[in-house]
């Protein structure tokens, strides 16, 4: 094969691109790994009670441990995908490779063309390649690759909703940068760091917590903060968006994700894929910038519940539309070389056996076995099977309710006891005044031995026959000034105490403390769910039981 020549002069341009996106991923991991010791130190005391304390110790680890495996296999499939894509781009042009890129197996052509990888050389393959283009359209051009990248697009806008609600909800500071991380790293990367920071984050920050004293400050935000709050008023407590905006910025999530793999390998594929990636940004961003008429103001948050459902029935809804969707063109995708890509002049499989694999097994097979097309796919498909078990194992850790995932995931399904559950939250909220009420019984009936608030009563006073004459009759003699009279009337006047609204409302929102056993009937359900009807509607079904559990 004769050598290709340069298509572009050397530009360095690509080369910024590529620091500053790793710029971007470290100091993003740092600002939430900052942000997450402010939750921590910003909890109360009454979070810091032993079984508290023991299962943070027991479940951080865990979500910590998935979170540093994402990050590790999404830095291994970027470094094999780069380096194919640098293999392919130096073979057309008939450069030698470094000696780490050359296995024993693999002989290149000698040429006259220095074998250093320079920088000028990285500055050239970049120019040359639209290494992002590139990796992008090979997972979305096949029917079968697309089956393991669309899930993580519908995941993405199920997480994008959760970030939304939970994120305004618990203010945890720099939520939009655990969606930027979806992108730029994985997904699976970010939701085990969110499901960090709701470990942490159990009721809602306090306000002011922008000036919280950090060991380190990853930005003087301050000031910014102020600026947009003069700018944009802050939204009231328990104010949230119209069901319908929502709504409409759905419609620009999937819409974007269906016409995508119809859009490879044509001019308008960036262009949808860039929309496809900026709306998920949307329901993060309109809550922050919409006037309050937009929206409304809950008087209770349990009244936010019935439109937090209406959603993630959306979301769970057309998920699995579009997931059976592809899963059938997927199966019946039977063309020829359907495993070829630009990168496949390094194939990784002998030929002859890749044949008899694809004639001998099944279409079910062949689609989970395009994993192993390219490291791109593989980049997703690590990604998928990685978020997919801390989802069920988040499921596990909160309890969430069965009831709550199937009603999420069944359109009009309605169960008995989320009609019990409403019905309870619309009577009186006044717990502390109903078991008051068995005590007033109980003076009645024991008429020598009275315990009462206050002072205890002296000898001096009365006597026990008093004492039992005014325990029947509730009140003293008339002509009497001093003594147990008085005593009767401060006691006739105590009232049970009632919280006021703004206790009431803290209480309701604050976070239920799991049990100690992993509750695996809901991580069974979510695995199915994910199994059944893919990623995104599982996200959506667990994120919604999430969202109404408190």
């Excluded at 341009?13 to 010791?37: D, E, K, Q």
């Excluded at 007033?440 to 002072?455: I, K, Q």
């Excluded at 001096?460 to 009497?480: C, D, F, I, K, Q």
Aim: hydrophobic share 40%; glycine share 4%; proline share 7%.
């Amino acid at each position: 094969m004769a050598p290709v020549p340069f298509q572009h002069p050397a530009r360095y341009a690509p080369v910024a691109v590529i620091g500053a996106h790793l710029a971007s991923v470290v100091y993003l991991t740092y600002a939430i790994t900052t942000s997450l010791y402010t939750s921590y130190k910003l909890l109360s005391p009454a979070q810091d009670t032993r079984s508290r304390l023991a299962q943070r110790k027991r479940l951080v680890p865990a979500f910590l441990s998935l979170a540093v495996a994402a990050l590790c296999l999404a830095t291994y499939t970027a470094v094999s995908s780069a380096s194919l894509s640098y293999r392919t781009w130096a073979y057309e042009h008939g450069l030698d490779l470094p000696e780490w890129f050359i296995t024993d197996d693999e002989v290149f052509p000698e040429t006259e063309n220095s074998s250093k990888l320079s920088l000028t050389y990285i500055a050239q393959w970049l120019s040359d390649t639209p290494i992002y283009y590139d990796t992008l359209e090979i997972v979305v051009e096949k029917a079968r690759r697309f089956w393991w990248s669309q899930q993580i697009d519908l995941a993405t806008v199920a997480f994008s909703m959760l970030l939304s609600i939970e994120g305004r909800r618990r203010k945890i500071p720099l939520t939009s940068a655990f969606l930027i991380l979806a992108h730029l790293v994985n997904l699976s990367f970010a939701q085990n760091l969110f499901c960090l920071a709701l470990l942490l984050t159990p009721t809602p920050l306090p306000s002011g917590n922008e000036d919280l004293e950090l060991p380190v400050v990853p930005l003087p935000t301050s000031r910014l903060i102020q600026i947009r709050d003069k700018l944009i008023p802050p939204k009231p407590k328990d104010w949230h968006l119209h069901p319908f905006i929502l709504q409409i910025t759905l419609v620009f999530n999937y819409g974007s994700i269906f016409f995508l793999p119809y859009a490879a390998e044509t001019p308008s594929f960036m262009n949808m894929a860039f929309l496809a990636r900026a709306s998920t940004f949307l329901p993060l961003i309109l809550p922050q910038i919409v006037p309050v008429s937009w929206g409304t103001v809950h008087s209770h948050p349990h009244d936010a519940y019935g439109s937090f459902t209406a959603i993630f029935r959306t979301i769970s809804a057309v998920s699995f539309a579009l997931h059976i969707k592809s899963s059938i063109s997927g199966l019946v995708y039977n063309l020829p070389n359907s495993h070829y890509h630009r990168h496949s002049v390094f194939l990784p499989w002998d030929m002859k056996e890749r044949s008899t694999w694809e004639r001998s097994t099944t279409a079910s097979s062949k689609v989970l076995g395009s994993i192993s097309d390219h490291p791109a796919v593989q980049a997703v498909g690590w990604d998928v099977l990685v978020s997919t078990l801390s989802l069920g194992l988040w499921a596990a850790v909160r309890a969430t309710d069965v009831q709550d995932i199937i009603e999420s995931t069944i359109p009009f399904y309605n169960s008995r006891r989320k009609i019990e559950q409403t019905a309870k939250d619309e009577t009186p909220r006044t717990p502390i005044k109903a078991e008051s009420e068995p005590a007033e019984d109980a003076v009645s009936e024991h008429s020598m031995t009275l315990r009462r608030r206050g002072r205890p009563a002296k000898s001096r006073l009365g006597s026990v026959a008093s004492s039992s004459a005014l325990s029947e009759e509730g009140t003293g003699t008339p002509g009497r000034r001093r003594g147990r009279p008085k005593k009767t009337k401060q006691l006739g006047e105590e009232k049970a105490y009632e919280p006021p609204p703004s206790e009431t409302k803290e209480l309701v929102e604050g976070d239920i403390l799991p049990a100690n056993e992993l509750d695996w009937e809901s991580a069974s359900l979510a695995w199915g769910l994910v199994a059944f009807a893919g990623l995104g509607s599982a996200c959506a079904g667990v994120f919604e039981g999430e969202c109404i559990s408190r």
